[in-house]
């Protein structure tokens, strides 16, 4: 198992140290992937404001299970569009697991093909489309159960290295 705080180089916060210190990369057979960390907003298990969503490995990608609730309305009866980023985000954050690195998102593009709606079953998938150095081109949809597609995206995640999550003086990048 890699331990991800082989390389950490020390940061003044504790609770950013902890997580680093404590997480792992599961074991490659693993079908369950754990939390990226417990007020993670997508996947915490600790977080009431979160979507506490719950992802396995799938042949080389991930999936899950999900349901929208009330906590995520936007027009009534529908889910909040960013409430639909939320969960894609942290599902392209699950094929980390996969390609055993840490990465961040760079760009993340969303077609919204059908209302998402509150409170119904749908089946989200997300794979590694191509990897180009750092680069890692992710695909996800979001299926109701009718097997049709009422969401797809694309995102670009950037390798980065622990200094990333260690670091509180980033400065922004102007393409
Ligand atoms: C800590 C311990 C361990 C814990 C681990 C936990 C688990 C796993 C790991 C991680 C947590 C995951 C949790 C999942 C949650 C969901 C994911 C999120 O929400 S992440 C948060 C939101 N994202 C950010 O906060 C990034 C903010 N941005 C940055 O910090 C920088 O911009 C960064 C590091 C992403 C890139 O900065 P640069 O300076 O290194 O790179 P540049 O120059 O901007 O781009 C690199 C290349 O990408 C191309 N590029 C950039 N944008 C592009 C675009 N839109 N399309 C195509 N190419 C693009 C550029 O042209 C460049 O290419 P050329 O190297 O020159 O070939």
């Not at 079908?31 to 996947?43: A, D, F, S, T, V």
């Not at 150095?133 to 299926?143: F, P, Q, S, V, Y």
Request: overall charge negative.
């Amino acid at each position: 198992m890699g331990k991800a705080s082989d390389a950490v180089s020390g940061s003044s916060d504790p609770d950013v140290e902890d997580w680093v210190r404590s997480f792992r990369f599961p074991e490659s057979g693993s079908p369950e992937l754990p939390p990226h960390h417990p007020n993670c907003l997508g996947c915490g298990p600790a977080n009431p404001h979160g979507h506490r969503l719950s992802v396995r490995r799938c042949g080389d990608g991930v999936h899950a299970h999900h349901r929208f609730d009330s906590r995520h309305v936007g027009a009534p009866t529908i889910a909040h569009g960013g409430a639909v980023a939320t969960v894609l985000d942290d599902l392209f954050g699950f094929l980390l697991y996969t390609v055993g690195e840490l990465a961040v998102t760079r760009h993340l593009a969303i077609d919204y093909l059908a209302p998402v709606l509150l409170d119904t079953p749908y089946t989200l998938r997300a794979h590694i489309h191509a990897r180009d150095g750092r680069k890692l081109h992710l695909r996800a949809t979001i299926e109701n159960d009718h097997a049709h597609v009422v969401t797809t995206a694309t995102a670009l995640f950037l390798i980065v290295d622990i200094d990333h999550f260690l670091t509180t003086t980033h400065q922004p990048h102007h393409r």
